[in-house]
C-alpha cells in the first residue's frame, strides 16, 4: 500500500505557486507571501483521527469511544511502538484507518451499523519476530464483567488483580494463576461497551494487574502454550461494540456473536436435587455404601433426580468398575432404579498409562501424543499428571473423530452393561495439554480442545453436566461450577457462588448447575451447621440442587429445614427456571441476572454482588457471612417489590437497612407493577 501521496502533493503545489509568485510580483512580495504559504504547511497537524464515534490518536495512540456525548471506554493501543518516526497513513477500504510504524500496522474499521449497536474492528499484525501488539483498555469509570470462572471469583471484575499470562481453560486447584474452566473471549462494561477477540488470536491477558485499572490483550506465541500452526506472525484482533446501555450490549453481543441455547437440558435435573457420592464418600466407594446411601436418601423422605456415582469406581483411570469394590454392577444400577433413582457415572478424558484403555488408544492412535525429547519428528503418546492419586496419563484427542467415535462407543457399552443412564463429564480444560503436544488436527486456538470436548458430551442427550466450556453457548446441557470449598469467603467460598452463577450467565451459559451443597469438605474441613445451611438457602433458588454432604450429617431440624427448602424449589422456584429456560432458548437472555438488567443505570444494581434476580421476576438477598442474621437488602428502582416473608409492598431504589433474616429464612421478593 502507498503512504505519504497527499503530503508529495502539497510540496508539488507549494513549489510552483512559489514560481509563479516570484515571476509576477517580484522577490521581496514573494518571500512574504511564501512565508505565509510555509507557516500553513508546517503548522502542527491534528494527529486525531475520527471513524464515526471512534477517536484515534496517532501521537501516543489512544483510543476513545463516545456514545450520546459521553467517553464510554478508553484505551492506549499499540503498547511499546516508538513515538517516533510518526506512523505512515496506508490506503485501505471504506470505513477503514489504516496505519503503519515500523514494527506494525494497524486497521480501525468500522463495521456496518446495526440498529442495536454500532462496532469497531481493532487489527494489529507485527511485522518482525519481536514484536508482540498489546492494548489497554481502561477499566475506569465503568464497571467491568464477563471473562472468565475464577479461583477469586469478583463481580465486577475490576477490582481483580491478574497478571497477564495465556488466555486458555485451566483447572484453578492446579493453580490459583490459572484462569477458570468456563471462560470467554469476552468483556462487557456497565456504559454499555461489549469486547470480544478473534478466535485467531494467540490471546494472553491481564485484568487490573498491580491495580494499573487496565484490561490488557497480548498477542504472542513465544512462551505460550499456543501453537503457530499458519507459522504466522502474532496478530491482535478484537471488536468494541457500543449499544445504547449494559443490558442491551450483553443481548446484541450474544445474538451476534455467541448465540444461544438449542434446547433445554433434563427438567427432572432442575426440579429435583442430584445426590452425588463425592463430597461425602471422597473415592472410598463400594456397591454397598453406595446401596446405603440410597436408602438414606430415601428414608430421610428425599427426592431426587438422580444418583452420581463420582472418583473411583474402576481399578484404573479409564477402565471398567473394579470388580472388587463393585461385584455386581448391573445388579447395584438395577436396585438403585428400583429405589427411583436414575444413575449417573463420573467421566473424564483420561487414560491412566496402567489401563486397557491406554494401551488400546495407543494402539489406535486416539490419545493425544507429544514430540519426544529424542527427536524433533518423533511423537510418543502425551504423559500427562492429572489430579487424582497416581494420576499419570494419557488424553483421548478428541480433535480426531474416529477417537472420538471410539470414547462414544466405550461409553455407549457402559451404559448397555450396566443401564447407566448419563454421565457426569469432568476435566476438558486444555492446561491437561502437554507443552508440545500433537494432536490429530492442529488447533489454532487451544480452547477449541475444551469445545469439542463439551460438544462431544452433549451427544450423550439432556442429563449431561460439564465443568469445562468455550464457544459452547449452544448445547442444551448443565454448566457445573468448579468446586467449592466448604467456607464463607471470596476464595472458592459460598460468597462466590452468586459471582460466579452471574459470571456464567454473562458468559451465555444459562443452565448453571451450582457446586454441591455445602462445598466439597477438602482437607478434611466439612462445613459447619451454619455454613451448609446458608448455602442450602442460596442453592434453593439457583436452576439445581446438589448433595453430597448429607444433611442427616448434623440433627434433625436441619434435615427438616432441607426438605423444606427443596418443596419451595421444586414448587415455586422450578415453574419460575423452567419459565426463563424456554425464554433463553428463545432469545439467548439468562436465568439468573444481576440487578442491572431491570435497572442498567443505576450505580448500586451494577455493583452489588449478594443479590440476584431469577428472570425479571424474583430478587433473592441471602445471608453470606459467617454469625450474620441480618443485612442490607438493595431493591432496584423502577418496580415495587413484595416481601415473600411478610407480604409487605417496598418502593424500589431503597435499602431496607438490618432486614431481619434468621439462620433459617432468606430474603426473596417478588416484583410487582412499575413503581
Known sequence: MAGDDNDNEVRKNIKTRCLCIMAGIGVIAAITIIASLLAVYLAPKSTTVAINNAKFSLDDRAFSLEHEGKVTIRGMLGLGLPRHPPPKKLRCGTGEQCYKWPMATVVIKAEDMEPAAECYTVSWEALDDIYEPMDCLDLAPAHWYGGAEMYYQGWPI???????TFYLSGDMYQSLEEWGSVMERYWLNSEGVGVTVAETVPLHVSVNHMNNGKLCFKAAYKDSPYQNVNNVRPKLEYTICQARDVKAAQQFM???????????????MIHSPIWSTWAQF??????????????????????NSQLEIDDDWSIYYGDDFDNLRFPNPRQMVDELKNKGFRVTLWIHPFANFDSDMFREGSEMSYLVDMVSGGCCTATVPAIIRWWVPNGIASIVDMTNPAAAAWFKARLRKMQRDYGIDSFKFDAGEVNYLPSNFVVSRPLENNNKYTTLYAEFAAEFGPMIEVRAAYRNQEIPVFVRMMDKDSHWGYDKGLKTLIPTALTFSILGYPF??????????YDGVYPDRELFIRWLEVTAFLPCMQFSIVPWKYDQEVVDLTLRYIELHETTITPLILRYADEAVATGDPIIRPLWWLAPRDETSLT???????????LVAPILDQGATSRHVYLPPGY?????????????????QDYQIPLTEIAYFTRQDAA
Open 254 to 268: 450474544m445474538n451476534r456473536f455467541y448465540g444461544k441455547p438449542r434446547g433445554k437440558p433434563d427438567e427432572r
Open 640 to 656: 415495587r417489590w413484595r416481601d415473600e416473608k411478610t407480604n409487605e409492598i417496598h418502593d424500589g431504589g431503597q435499602t431496607l
Open 512 to 521: 448453571i448447575l451450582p457446586d454441591m451443597i455445602g462445598g466439597n469438605g
Open 608 to 618: 452489588i454482588d449478594s443479590e440476584f434476580l431469577i428472570g425479571d421476576e424474583m
Open 158 to 164: 475490576e477490582t481483580w488483580n491478574k497478571s497477564m
Open 282 to 303: 471422597q473415592r472410598n466407594i463400594t456397591q454397598d455404601i453406595i446401596l446405603q446411601f440410597a436408602d438414606d436418601i430415601k428414608s430421610y423422605g428425599f427426592s
